[in-house]
T-cell receptor
């Protein structure tokens, strides 16, 4: 069965430090890949997406993600974290084809310390 | 403004009440979804509608009843809920059901007492 794994439940980084959130997926073909962010009590906002082409994807708020087919990974990165980045981050895969609902990981909660 | 609007934002209801959650999208999308988000659990897909037709029901109890009168509106009718149904209910829409990006509303925080 298809699955999405976010191995880190909670990460704390210092403001200004770099960030990498991990995401691995299990699927026989290359899916569509997404990262969403959720602030407390809010809905999910799309940060970036990968459909095809360049494996390094730029998103909003200074985030980027790199698709690595050999590792079935789509890790999210930001060179310098701001306090406002504290939120929960969800990786998701969309399965190409007619049954393509999004499958979400369990999320990684990011805390930012001053 | 996400293009997907959910009302109400917060709802407290008793176990014998009947209430409805509303979702509206102005994005011209054809697919709409209900998700349930509970504490410490992954997002659970509940229902999928594509061109107003329900295409997926992920073993959701009958006390949750969806309705999609047109491609822009989606409702979730609630009756005889249990305390464990307390959660954030998220509505989303997408252009089609082909695994492309979904746009989410801000959710309804439901508390069943």
């Amino acid at each position: 069965a298809q699955s999405v794994t976010q191995p880190d439940i909670h990460i704390t980084v210092s403001e200004g430090a770099s960030l990498e959130l991990r995401c691995n997926y299990s699927y026989g073909a290359t899916p569509y890949l997404f990262w969403y962010v959720q602030s407390p009590g809010q809905g999910l906002q799309l940060l970036l997406k990968y459909f095809s082409g360049d494996t390094l994807v730029q998103g909003i708020k200074g985030f980027e993600a790199e698709f690595k087919r050999s590792q079935s990974s789509f890790n999210l990165r930001k060179p310098s974290v701001h306090w406002s980045d504290a939120a929960e981050y969800f990786c998701a895969v969309g399965l190409r084809g007619s049954q393509g609902n999004l499958i979400f990981g369990k999320g990684t909660k990011l805390s930012v310390k001053p | 403004e996400t293009g997907v609007t959910q009302t109400p934002r917060h709802l407290v209801m008793g176990m014998t009440n009947k209430k409805s959650l509303k979702c509206e999208q102005h994005l011209g999308h054809n697919a709409m979804y209900w998700y349930k988000q509970s504490a410490k659990k992954p997002l659970e897909l509940m229902f999928v509608y594509n061109f107003k037709e329900q295409t997926e029901n992920n073993s959701v109890p009958s006390r949750f009843s969806p309705e999609c009168p047109n491609s822009s509106h989606l409702f979730l009718h609630l009756h005889t809920l249990q305390p464990e149904d307390s959660a954030l209910y998220l509505c989303a829409s997408s252009k089609d059901k082909m695994g492309t990006e979904a746009f989410f509303g801000q959710g309804t925080r439901l508390t069943v007492v």
